[in-house]
């Protein structure tokens, strides 16, 4: 089992509480995903500037270190914001493949989690109300945010493990399912110079998606391309800079419910996880067909 | 009539008081909020009306009783039910009516896959359309489609009786269509006559079946060995 939330703002009342929102449709999936969760957060972009979030086991020692090494450096010019266990650094788009590297060479430490104009991703091992509250989500506003808790099977219980999983910039990926070909899928992938941070199962195929997208396919085509790969049980919700996809694997028997109104699209892996929307029983509620992609965007 | 609301009792208190009730009391649930497992082990004639909808296996195992949802239903609405009617106003989700012994099922809207797998008697009746795979290993019992129905219709179907009004994307193995009998017809009424379902036209239903090929092992197999 795991949950799944995203929810997909049309009018600023939403946007101005999306994190409030997002945090309630975390928490109420909790005994879907006690043993971890995570979100990406889309904000307003900046203008020529981007965003990198990391994380660190010791982000005390970590990230002090990090800012200290990177204020020497006087051609980069940066800012960086600590949310607990995560630090996000905003710069000017140029630096950022710079940066990048100066962090993956000189802090063995730190995983770049997320790299994008909008995206930040926050995930944790814990219950998702611990999490939600670490991370003061509730405070976060947006055009639209995915979110996931994890209920382990295929790998460790670790903050890496946790979901979303970035699938480039501004783009990532959730996933409710057990992939049962990641192991002969992920040797594919690393013979094509693709690198893996964990054993996980959904990694893979957030991996599978990249290398697609990197390869000159569409989002839509990326997805499409998974119903004939991917072996397993899936229902994935993937983040892109403009809004959210959905996709159900061809048996389908894991949950999704969607509703809109003309304020939101959001998506459960429940109903229970849209209860606390505003108008939901007004909502326009259904269950997305098996082996369809979705997409909703701005 | 009792009122139960979720909003000052908890699922195990509204289930207790339900299962623990006297017989032909009358209940109305308020805010389930998409609560699993609500009215389950429901053993005597009773009446529950929830407003709202709800989440995983709603009225699993029921027997005698008479439970409406006034909103949709999470997956395995009525499973393994003995007797008894359920009636939800929306959707259902995967699995409604599974192994369902008897009593019936009315789903307002649709019902998505998986619909009475393994039913053993139960009739099943949605107003909409119905996913793949529903019917699989059906072995007795009805399942009435107004709607369409999805993908491998009545897969490994034993002997119940599937009908659409609708169009059918495709048959499983050994599920075929086959004649509306004047018995069948009849069948079909009371079934709906039952269910207190008036506003039809017979003619507009085909009848699904097995074929019966896969009851026996076929000898052209036995190389295999």
């Known amino acids: 089992m795991c949950g799944i939330v995203?929810?997909?703002?049309?009018?600023?009342?939403?946007?101005?509480?999306?994190?409030?929102?997002?945090?309630?449709?975390?928490?109420?999936?909790?005994?879907?995903?006690?043993?971890?969760?995570?979100?990406?957060?889309y904000g307003k972009p900046l203008?020529?500037?981007?965003?990198?979030?990391?994380?660190?086991?010791?982000?005390?020692?970590d990230f002090q270190k990090l800012k200290k090494f990177l204020s020497a450096k006087k051609e980069i010019s940066?800012?960086?914001?600590?949310?607990?266990?995560?630090?996000?650094?905003?710069?000017d788009v140029k630096q950022k493949d710079q940066v990048a590297n100066l962090i993956n060479d000189n802090f063995p430490n730190l995983r770049i989690l997320s790299v994008g104009k909008k995206m930040e991703i926050y995930k944790e091992t814990g219950k998702p109300a611990e999490v939600v509250k670490r991370f003061e989500i509730a405070k976060m506003k947006g055009s639209h945010g995915i979110g996931h808790t994890r209920m382990a099977t295929e790998s460790a219980v670790t903050t890496l493990g946790a979901h979303p999983f970035s699938t480039?910039?501004?783009?990532?990926?959730?996933?409710?399912?057990?992939?049962?070909?990641?192991?002969?899928?992920?040797?594919?992938?690393?013979?094509?110079?693709?690198?893996?941070?964990?054993?996980?199962?959904?990694?893979?195929?957030?991996?599978?998606?990249?290398?697609?997208?990197?390869?000159?396919?569409?989002?839509?085509?990326?997805?499409?391309?998974?119903?004939?790969?991917?072996?397993?049980?899936?229902t994935f919700v993937v983040g892109t800079e403009n809004g959210f996809g959905v996709l159900r694997d061809p048996i389908a028997c894991k949950p999704a419910v969607l509703a809109e109104t003309p304020d939101?699209?959001?998506?459960?892996?429940?109903?229970?996880?849209?209860?606390?929307?505003?108008?939901?029983?007004k909502a326009k509620v259904w269950e997305p067909e098996p082996a369809t992609v979705y997409f909703w965007g701005h | 009539m009792h009122i139960l609301d979720f909003n000052k009792l908890s699922l195990r208190d509204i289930n207790k008081t339900l299962q623990e009730s006297d017989k032909n009391?009358?209940?109305?649930?308020?805010?389930?909020?998409?609560?699993?497992?609500?009215?389950?082990?429901?053993?005597?004639?009773?009446?529950?009306?929830i407003v709202g909808s709800v989440g995983y296996y709603?009225?699993?195992?029921?027997?005698?009783?008479?439970?409406?949802?006034?909103?949709?239903?999470?997956?395995?609405?009525?499973?393994?039910?003995?007797?008894?009617?359920?009636?939800?106003?929306?959707?259902v989700s995967q699995y409604a009516g599974a192994s369902g012994h008897g009593g019936s099922i009315l789903v307002g809207g649709n019902a998505s896959s998986r619909c009475g797998i393994s039913m053993k008697g139960v009739d099943i009746i949605v107003k909409g359309n119905v996913?793949?795979?529903?019917?699989?290993?059906?072995?007795?019992?009805?399942?009435?489609?107004?709607?369409?129905?999805?993908?491998?219709?009545?897969?490994?179907?034993y002997e119940a009786n599937i009908y659409v009004a609708g169009e059918v994307a495709s048959l499983g193995a050994d599920c075929i269509e086959k004649k509306m009998t004047k018995k069948h017809l009849s069948n079909l009424e009371n079934i709906l006559s039952n269910a207190n379902v008036s506003d039809y036209n017979p003619d507009t239903f085909r009848r699904f079946g097995s074929a019966r090929s896969l009851y026996n092992f076929n000898v052209d197999n036995a190389k295999i060995y």
Do not use: W
């Open chain 1, 6 to 41: 995203g929810l997909f703002a049309k009018q600023e009342n939403i946007s101005a509480n999306l994190g409030v929102h997002l945090s309630k449709m975390l928490e109420s999936m909790s005994d879907r995903g006690p043993d971890s969760a995570g979100l990406a957060i």
């Open chain 1, 47 to 61: 203008a020529s500037k981007t965003k990198i979030t990391v994380q660190s086991r010791s982000p005390k020692h």
């Open chain 1, 78 to 91: 940066f800012s960086l914001k600590i949310h607990s266990t995560h630090a996000v650094i905003k710069l």
């Open chain 1, 168 to 234: 480039g910039e501004d783009q990532c990926l959730v996933h409710n399912g057990s992939l049962s070909n990641h192991n002969s899928l992920r040797r594919e992938l690393i013979r094509k110079e693709m690198t893996f941070e964990t054993e996980n199962d959904s990694e893979v195929a957030a991996s599978f998606i990249t290398y697609r997208m990197n390869n000159g396919k569409t989002l839509k085509e990326a997805l499409e391309s998974a119903l004939v790969e991917l072996d397993g049980f899936y």
């Open chain 1, 264 to 281: 939101y699209v959001a998506f459960g892996s429940e109903y229970r996880a849209l209860t606390s929307l505003p108008n939901i029983e």
């Open chain 2, 25 to 49: 009391s009358f209940f109305s649930v308020r805010n389930p909020k998409g609560s699993h497992a609500l009215a389950v082990g429901i053993n005597k004639k009773i009446t529950v009306k």
């Open chain 2, 58 to 91: 709603c009225a699993g195992m029921n027997k005698f009783s008479d439970i409406k949802v006034e909103g949709s239903a999470g997956p395995g609405l009525g499973e393994n039910m003995m007797s008894g009617n359920i009636y939800v106003t929306g959707d």
């Open chain 2, 131 to 157: 996913g793949h795979m529903s019917a699989f290993m059906a072995q007795k019992g009805n399942l009435v489609i107004f709607g369409d129905a999805g993908h491998a219709l009545g897969d490994s179907i």
